[in-house]
């Protein structure tokens, strides 16, 4: 306990740093302001030699005599104070649970101070990001909604968590997994399968995958929380797994994979800590129905609003390699998209029997 | 000849079509021929009058009986038409009551559900003779305002007569009159209904009695009839005449029983609308080949003078002149080619435009009165346009604009602010305005879309004034939309007058007029959005000081001097939000009504522009406010002078602030500026000459 509360105590003075800067800024008559880097493409930058996306210096500046900013402002220093009590406390919660806590009408009017969570959630990134703190150290978490399963051991508050006894369920990953909360003990594995979508990671744990092929088998449910991708890191980092990514044929599934290697754009500050520059893409790839055969009619029809993000991620610098323009090309030129799951077409167990045998012997993934 | 070939054939081919062709079909056509064939004596046998009476039996629809809801109202409507018209024609301020019952036979029927009611319309008005009485209430067609061009809501003679006959056809029951032409006459009480063959009244009962009013008539109907509120319903229609004619008290007994009052705030009658002549451009060929007929000159050159108006004796030469016929030819025989090229030329003679004097609009100010009394607004303005003339006769639009939602009044209390739930927000303003239509101070009820005045409000760009509007649509807003149009012939799409129609001259007067109300709309609207931005600004900064000093607390482990900190940021606040300047720009939201003139603005605080006019309006609704005697003149404080001692002991909140300076300009005297005057000759006579305010 002891030890926890000494930790915090940098997290939670710069949360009151915050009062100071309104305290200060009022004592010499001055517009009290908050200056937050900014959180767009604007301010971020592809560092080719690490392979992680950065942030830069731009900042914004929240000032409370602005009418504009003022509720924002606002906004801010309610949000400091909620989780300065988190620290204080020396509890967790989550972002609904932070946005209930702030929420309530202003003495003398019919005004709330937060009318939905997507006012508060924005206001907690804002703060990560100016306070350089990370949400785990906010002591706010994500939902659990990730799996793992394959020969690894944690230590997870003192039980001993042994993934390859947890039948076909798994682990469920917690959302912070810092060493002080998670200890790798153990791992046996070659190599780390994420997996983009629960069904399939189900097909692979049922199927028994990850013995066969001695790995570790992730999913994230769709985008991977931070929780799943900063475990996924560890134990590329720690135990020098190799990932590899396996996500649906579509300009998502592409992002997606982009995020686990470069880190993404609105969390640029937590790269460092999350990217892993090594992934490789595994599939499926635009090129894969030929090689495999799938047939056209398993397909699916790009609509426009595909078609412009695969464009838009053309652009991005870390998707400028000549493999992945070709990549993406050859997805627009079909004009279609597959899913994962459209491998069950050529048998049930497809996937774990010929396809991902086939891509690990011929070593089939770009990177 | 062709027409019988094609008929004789027809059955030919008919009946022969299921045989073979080959049998020669001749005699059969001819059978039929007999069959059909009616000699032209036997329809002569057939053929006779058909009576006016008859004719609208039978066509009810045309006088706005289509249906038993839209004829009860259209009953209503004549009764009370005819009431007020006669009030005005005899300069007496109109008393209307409207009584409407449900007539049940012994089991009691709601309201909603009756299909039969007594409509008791009762006015104070001039009162009719005794031997007119039949054929005014009894016969179609009869009337004293068809001959004459001149102002008036009834225009054919048609309407009681016909209220009448719908009851009698529908229910049987006789139209019941009681009329008194003064005090010291009888009053006579009348059962009367129409002949339908013969056009012609059937007197049942016909004696005196005693009645208590000195004055007036009481006409009673008993129709088929249903009764249901909302648009179109009586209930409308009678609060829409009391906004156009804010000089009559009007109380409504509803069927449920209540009674509705809607009193008298305008107490000046309108002005008597001179009958006036024929204008040449107005009259048809066939019109002057009638009036050729007719007229009482022995000459052409008198006639032309003497029954047209703008044909002065030159002219009238001058026109001979160029329609080539003697000034002194007699008028009776001119006929033919000749009247014709003398129409033509009349129409091609360059003619003064008809004198207005024979219509009377509403004006702007009972307009103002009407609207203010009877819808709840922030804005009001109105505008009479001058007059214009289509086809020759003369008109006048007028409109006007009731717009946004009362503040609530300060006395009352206000409802606690109610914390508000994820997904609630404040309600939001989706109505479209609605458009109130009149002609000749008669509210337009039914087809608005066929309206000429609905299509100026759709081809007007509200946008430009600050409001929302779709494409073809009607504005967004809460607003009321007022357009009466005045003249001696109102041209109504159809016989049962619900719409105007569409003449470009009336079109453009309408635009006009509508465009200058939204014109000081948008000017009311961008002035008070200004205030209320520089309040908003404020009232944000002073709201999140008190959150961000006890977050900053709560930050600090609670051990921060709180006053202090609030006491500095509001500082800030005020030096960042303009100020005193800011605060005086508040305190006089809109800036008072310049260049708003004919305008009322209702504000929290007070009312601004036509003061007096809304005054009048409260202490004639017996809102405790006594009539603003100083007020009105004026020059009893300092204009500068933001409260005056009069305004000071004045209960209603409403009143409060009245600006000195508006009540100053020379056209808002009150409304009873008679009175005043007579009160304070001198005083007056100094309000006479316009002020500037300072």
């Known amino acids: 306990m002891t030890t926890k509360t000494k930790k915090t105590t940098l997290v939670e003075k710069k949360l009151i740093g915050l009062a100071d ?7 010499r008559s001055k517009d009290p302001t908050f200056q937050i880097p900014i959180r767009a493409l604007s301010n971020v930058s592809f560092n080719e030699r690490k392979g992680l996306i950065e942030m830069g210096s731009k900042k914004q500046e929240r000032s409370f005599f602005n009418v504009g900013m003022a509720k924002k ?20 919660t989550s972002l609904r649970e932070i946005y209930y806590r702030t929420k309530h009408t202003i003495k003398n009017s019919h005004e709330n101070t937060f009318d939905t969570q997507d006012e508060s959630d924005p206001v907690i990134e804002d ?12 002591h706010v978490r994500a939902e659990n909604s990730g799996s793992i399963v394959g020969p690894v051991v944690f230590g997870d508050d003192g039980d001993r968590v042994d993934c390859s006894k947890l039948g076909k369920g798994g682990y469920s990953v917690p959302s912070i997994v810092e060493p002080e909360y998670l200890e790798i003990r153990r791992c046996t594995a070659d190599f780390l399968l994420l997996v983009e979508k629960g069904t399939q990671w189900n097909r692979l744990s049922e199927d028994k995958f990850w013995r066969r092929y001695n790995c570790v088998l992730l999913t994230g449910n769709g985008q991977p929380p931070r ?32 995020v686990i290697k470069q880190g993404s754009i609105n969390l640029a500050f937590e790269s460092q800590r999350m990217a892993i520059p090594k992934a490789k893409f595994m599939g499926l790839s635009s090129a894969d129905p030929e090689r495999y055969e799938l047939p056209r009619n398993v397909g699916i029809k790009l609509n426009e609003k595909d078609i412009a993000r695969a464009k838009e991620l053309m652009n991005y610098q870390w998707f400028k390699k000549p493999a992945w323009q070709a990549e993406i090309k050859r997805m627009l030129t079909s004009g279609l998209k597959y899913e994962l799951d459209s491998l069950a077409n050529k048998d049930f167990q497809y996937l774990t029997k010929k396809y991902l045998p086939r891509k690990l012997k011929e070593k089939d993934w770009l990177d | 000849m062709g027409k019988r070939k094609d008929s004789a054939s027809e059955p030919d081919s008919k009946s022969s079509a299921p045989r073979s062709n080959s049998e020669p079909a001749a005699k059969k056509p001819a059978a039929a021929k007999a069959a059909e064939r009616v000699t032209a004596v036997e329809m002569g046998a057939r053929q006779r009058e058909i009576s006016v009476s008859e004719f609208f039996t039978k066509n009810r629809h045309l006088l ?25 024609e005899a300069g007496i301020l109109p008393d209307v009551t409207v009584n409407l019952e449900v007539v049940s036979n012994g089991v009691p029927v709601a309201p909603s559900q009756a299909n039969r009611f007594r409509v008791t319309v009762t006015d104070n008005g001039p009162g009719i003779v005794r031997q007119q009485i039949p054929r005014i209430f009894a016969k179609l067609l009869y009337g004293s305002k068809f001959h004459r061009l001149r102002m008036s809501r009834g225009q054919q003679g048609i309407g009681i007569s016909a209220a009448g006959m719908y009851g009698q056809l529908t229910t049987g029951k006789p139209v019941k009159i009681i009329s008194r032409i003064g005090s010291k006459a009888a009053a006579h009480f009348f059962e009367v209904q129409i002949d339908t063959k013969k056009n012609e009244p059937l007197v049942h009962e016909n004696k005196q009695i005693e009645w208590e009013q000195p004055r007036g008539t009481q006409v009673t109907l008993e129709v088929e009839g249903k009764y249901q509120k909302g648009r179109a319903s009586v209930d409308e229609w009678l609060e829409q005449t009391s906004i156009a004619n804010p000089h009559v008290k009007l109380v409504y007994k509803t069927p449920e029983g209540e009674t509705k009052e809607y009193p008298r705030t305008y107490h000046e009658l309108p002005p008597q609308p001179r009958e006036i002549k024929p204008h040449p451009y107005g009259i048809e060929f066939g019109m002057l080949l009638k009036m050729l007929q007719d007229t009482k000159s022995h000459t052409l050159s008198g006639f032309l003078a003497g029954d047209f108006c703008r044909v002065s004796p030159q002219l009238a030469d001058e026109i001979c002149k160029a329609a080539k ?9 001119l006929k033919g080619p000749v009247a014709e090229t003398l129409y033509k030329t009349l129409q091609e003679t360059k003619i003064m435009a008809p004198p207005t004097n024979c219509i009377s609009p509403i004006g702007e100010k009972a307009i103002l009165s009407g609207l203010y009394k009877q819808i709840k607004g922030e804005f009001y303005t109105a505008v009479s346009r001058p007059p214009a003339v289509y086809r020759g006769n003369p008109f006048i639009i007028e409109a006007g604009l009731a ?65 929302s509007q779709s494409r073809g649509a009607l504005p967004g807003g809460p607003m009321v939309i007022f357009v009466h149009m005045a003249s001696v012939w109102v041209p109504f799409t159809s016989e049962s007058k619900e719409a105007i129609a569409d003449y470009d001259e009336i079109q453009k007067e309408i635009t006009l007029a509508l465009r200058e109300c939204g014109r000081r709309l948008g000017l009311f609207v961008r002035r008070r959005e200004r205030a209320a931005s520089e309040f908003r600004r404020r009232n944000i900064f002073e709201l999140y000081i008190e959150e961000v000093v006890e977050a900053c607390n709560r930050l600090k482990g609670g051990t921060l001097p709180k006053q202090k900190l609030k006491e500095q940021l509001q500082k800030i606040a005020t030096s960042r939000t303009g100020g005193t300047k800011t605060d005086q720009a508040l305190g006089k939201t809109g800036g008072g009504p310049e260049g708003l003139p004919h305008s009322i603005i209702v504000t929290a605080d007070g009312v601004e522009g036509e003061t007096a006019l809304a005054t009048q309006v409260e202490s004639d609704q017996g809102l405790a406010v006594p009539p603003a005697e100083p007020d009105l003149l004026g020059d009893t404080t300092p204009a500068d002078e933001p409260a005056s ?17 508006t009540t100053m300009k020379s056209g808002q005297i009150a409304i009873r500026a008679g009175e005043s005057k007579a009160k304070h000759p001198s005083k007056s006579a100094k309000t006479a000459a316009p002020r500037k305010p300072k």
């Open chain 1, 21 to 27: 800067i309104v305290i200060q800024s009022a004592e």
């Open chain 1, 73 to 92: 402002f606002m906004q801010t220093v309610l949000v400091a104070d909620a989780l300065s009590e988190l620290q204080r406390a020396d509890l967790t």
């Open chain 1, 127 to 138: 703060l990560e990001v100016s306070l350089t703190a990370l949400r785990e150290e906010l």
């Open chain 1, 227 to 258: 929780g799943v991708r900063r475990l996924a890191r560890r134990l590329h980092e720690e135990q020098r797994l190799p990932v590899y990514v396996l996500v649906d044929n579509d300009p998502w599934g592409y992002y997606i994979y982009s």
């Open chain 2, 64 to 88: 706005g009986f289509d249906n038993p809801r839209k004829a009860l109202l259209t009953c209503v409507k004549e009764a009370v038409d005819n009431a007020l018209d006669a009030c005005e």
């Open chain 2, 325 to 333: 016929v003697s000034p002194e030819d007699k008028p009776r025989e």
């Open chain 2, 403 to 467: 717009y946004g939602n009362r503040p609530q009044d300060q006395n009352k209390p206000q409802q606690p602010a109610m914390p508000k739930a994820e997904g609630e927000h404040e309600e939001e303003d989706s109505e479209l305005a609605r458009v109130i239509r009149y002609a000749n101070r008669v509210p337009l009820l039914y087809q608005q879309s066929a309206c000429s005045t609905f299509k100026a409000v759709l081809s007007t760009g509200w946008k430009n004034y600050g409001l």
């Open chain 2, 645 to 661: 001692k009069e305004n000071a002991t004045k209960k209603s909140s409403r009143t409060k602030h009245l600006p000195k300076k």
